[in-house]
């Protein structure tokens, strides 16, 4: 007889979760199941297809070590010919082989998904099956999205700050008799510096842990199975264990937590990791508790090994931003992922999945997006993110992207920061204004510029940045609106100044270049 089976998802690889709690090994069984779909409904980077289903695979393994049962569908099973077609396929498809055995489990049980559409299908399978479901909440977080949303009711705005400096008293973390340890919430003007000319010094790699047999079977399944999808599996070292995930989390303690503040929006052409944690995959499939990471950074900064401005920006990052944009997801969808506030229409352009462009910033981040299937945030943010807002791409075009090419993507916490914060595209649920920017910023903070055929400063001409063409544009284009925003308006100040001639040709040229 099987009581429960107990459902987990390809991101809920955490044995202390919610949803083991009173298993039973005598009568629950443990339900996992591998899915073409779940490459396929966005077009996935190919690591970030294997970095789920060899952290699946390990994570099954890991579990009937310790002698739970579990039935688990493998991709490409040749006890399986007729491979379902979707999630929900799948575990229909084994309720009925369960059926055909003589049992069928009393209810299902899962942690709540992290993302509404494989919510809503899980709530389908198990109506069709007749068989209740029970959805835990997820304990791998700080908060629960009930209580972000007692924080949101009756708020006009919903930011960051206020939602975060609560949770600092709540969890005593970097507090000292009820107040932040120096005197202040967060360091964000101390945590934006950039590299001088001679780059980042005392660069160490992070550390990498190298495919062992279930991992390379894993990037053989995926090289055969989805050899058309983008991106590379050549130098794929992500950490695919809670072991590997620790050891992540103590070789960024230890080489680069001291740097990553003041560094942490700075840009190097060739250098894709920085002093970055590479943490994010590992926190969102559960592999490491994000409790654990938070404290680890502030023992580090009260032993004095890293300043406190790169250990309050790290644990914002955690504490507050990771712990915000779920609660922003989970109370506004599924209309959220609609929402187009600037009316952009343009599809994606291409070279988002070549890498073919001669803008070299650019040109670096999305070559580094399809080597390693990462970018750090302010190059999703200020590069990417940025170039689709200023050129017009569709919200949902670009939040499709993101989601297929970083491992770190589940859609809980990527939606929100492509729709909200980096397209504007809710009309300032999360950002108070646009992250608006002529290629003069991103000069400021990379050496990106000083090798490019273009000019930040010049707005028009062969020698153009199209950033800087396509700002002045979408100033132009959504003035009307902007100016209800007052953070807005010394850009605005600047666009009125600009000559009409001078304006009408910018205008022209960035037309031109949607149309090239």
């Known amino acids: 007889m099987c009581r429960n089976l107990v459902l987990v998802l390809g991101d809920q690889l955490d044995q202390s979760s919610a949803a083991f709690d009173d298993f039973d090994k005598k009568q629950d069984v443990v339900w996992m199941a591998e899915v073409a779909e779940e490459s396929t ?16 695979r390990h994570f099954r393994d890991q579990l009937s070590h310790d002698g739970f049962t579990v039935d688990y569908l493998e991709l490409c099973d040749k006890k ?110 101390e945590n934006r510096g950039s590299f001088g000319k001679n780059g980042p010094e005392s660069l160490r790699q992070p550390k990498r842990f190298k495919p062992d047999a279930i991992t390379n079977n894993v990037i053989d399944l995926v090289t055969k199975r989805f050899h058309k999808h983008p991106g590379s599996l050549e130098k794929f070292d992500w950490p695919v264990t809670k072991k590997d995930a620790r050891a992540a989390l103590r070789d960024f303690i230890a080489y680069r937590l001291t740097n990553f503040g003041v560094y942490q929006d700075a840009i190097w052409t060739g250098e894709p990791w920085l002093y970055h944690s590479r943490l994010s995959v590992a926190l969102n499939l559960k592999l490491l508790d994000p409790r654990d990471a938070v404290a680890a950074a502030e023992e580090a900064y009260r032993n004095g090994s890293a300043p406190l401005a790169a250990t309050e920006g790290f644990i914002r990052q955690i504490l507050g931003w990771r712990e915000y944009v779920r609660g922003i997801y989970w109370r506004f969808m599924p209309e959220y992922a609609q929402r187009n506030t600037m009316g952009a229409d343009r599809p994606l352009p291409n070279f988002y999945w070549t890498g073919d462009t001669d803008m070299n910033c650019l040109k670096d981040a999305l070559g580094q997006t399809l080597e390693y299937g990462y970018a750090h945030h302010i190059q999703r943010l200020m590069v990417t993110g940025l170039f689709a807002m200023l050129y017009g791409v569709k919200p949902e075009d670009i939040h499709q992207w993101y989601l297929a090419v970083y491992v770190d993507a589940v859609e809980w916490v990527e939606l929100p920061n492509t729709i909200g914060m ?32 273009y000019k930040p400063k010049v707005a028009h001409g062969p020698e153009a940045c199209p950033f800087t063409t396509l700002y002045w544009d979408f100033l132009a284009r959504h003035e009307k609106l902007l100016k209800k925003n007052p953070r807005m308006t ?24 949607r149309e090239s």
């Open 80 to 189: 399986n010919p007729r491979e379902p077609a979707s999630l929900t396929a799948a575990l229909e498809t084994s309720l009925k082989r369960f059926k055909k055995k003589g049992f069928r489990p009393e209810r299902l049980i899962c942690v709540e998904p992290g993302e509404w559409r494989v919510r809503i299908a899980l709530e389908e399978a198990a109506k069709t099956a007749e068989i209740s479901l029970e959805i835990r909440p997820d304990r791998h977080f700080f908060t629960t999205v009930d209580e972000f949303s007692e924080h949101a009711a009756g708020r006009k705005q919903l930011r960051l700050e206020y939602f975060y400096r609560p949770l600092r008293k709540r969890f005593g973390i970097l507090m000292d008799d009820g107040e932040p340890i120096g005197g202040q919430w967060n360091y964000d003007a």
């Open 41 to 56: 409904h966005v077009w996935t980077h190919k690591a970030r297809i294997a970095v789920f289903l060899s952290a699946m």
């Open 422 to 453: 980096s397209q504007f595209a809710d009309g300032g649920v999360m950002a108070s204004k646009p992250y608006c920017a002529t290629g003069a910023y991103i000069d400021r903070m990379s050496n990106a510029c000083k090798t490019c055929r």
């Open 490 to 513: 010394m850009q605005l100040r600047n666009l009125v100044r600009k000559d009409k001639s001078e304006l009408k040709t910018i205008r022209r040229q960035a037309e031109n270049l």
